[in-house]
């Protein structure tokens, strides 16, 4: 990132992320360590998706914001099954489910507080050590289990980019998890819908968007380098 675009405002940012994206790109703000100012400006600016990655901090920044209450939060952060319940008293949507236990957990849970809430399932085609989801492989093992799960509505997938990857790499990996939804949605199973295909962070979104991304998930571009 430039000097030039670290100068600008968080709604100068926003305009110009916005006018790259095609209209049917969901833009997911990533507000982790964001204060609640900054996202009040991206509120104003036309914001209503926020992404964070920690249940705690979410519930501190939403104390803070009772008076925006058309916001959508987005797990993006692994979860541990023993703080599903806040999770979802705090998110609509997860987007980071990456095992079969956490959905089951989850659909459990989602009965007793009468939620539905929305999730992705988390996906690594690549072998990544840092990161959680599941492989292909796996996926299509957990799927028969995945759609007795009513509780919970799964709409697409979720993929985090290993760092390091070339551009051409970078796509084709964009590519193949578009393929992979097209594969699991030809299937049929009554409660897996696969149209949100969320992909692509600050340095590859770009790349995403190519690859068919319907939901990108931006920190540092709207919201400058995290300290
Ligand atoms: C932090 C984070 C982002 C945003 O990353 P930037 O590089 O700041 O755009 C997106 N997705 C996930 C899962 C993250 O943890």
Redesign the pocket.
């Known amino acids: 990132m430039t000097s030039s675009q670290l100068s600008n405002t968080i709604t100068d940012r926003i305009a110009k992320v916005r006018q790259q994206l095609p209209e049917t790109v969901r833009l997911i703000a ?1 507000s ?1 360590q964001v204060s609640v100012e900054a996202i009040r400006e991206a509120y104003t600016a036309g914001i209503r998706d926020f ?1 964070e ?1 920690r249940v705690q901090e979410v519930a501190v920044k939403q104390s803070q914001l009772q008076d925006l209450p058309d916001i959508t939060w987005h797990l ?2 692994h979860l541990q099954t023993n703080k599903a319940k806040k999770a979802l008293e705090h998110f609509q949507w997860i987007q ?1 489910l990456d095992s079969l236990k956490l959905a089951q957990t989850l659909d459990r849970l989602a009965t007793s507080l009468s939620t539905n809430p929305q999730v992705l399932l988390q996906v690594k085609l690549l072998p990544d050590p840092n990161k959680y989801g599941w492989t292909v492989e796996e996926l299509f093992q957990d799927l028969p289990a995945l759609n007795e799960c009513q509780n919970i509505q799964i709409k697409g997938l979720m993929t ?1 980019a290993p760092l390091n990857l070339s551009e051409p790499e970078n796509l084709t990996l964009f590519q193949n998890t578009r393929s992979l939804a097209a594969q699991i949605q030809e299937q049929n199973w009554s409660n897996i819908q696969m149209q949100h295909l969320s992909m692509g ?3 590859d979104y770009h790349l995403a968007v190519q690859g068919g991304a319907t939901m990108v ?5 709207l919201f400058g380098e ?1 300290s």
């Not at 998930?217 to 571009?221: A, D, S």
């Open positions: 990533v982790k992404g990655s993006i952060g980071s985090i962070m600050s340095d998930r931006l920190g540092r571009t995290r």
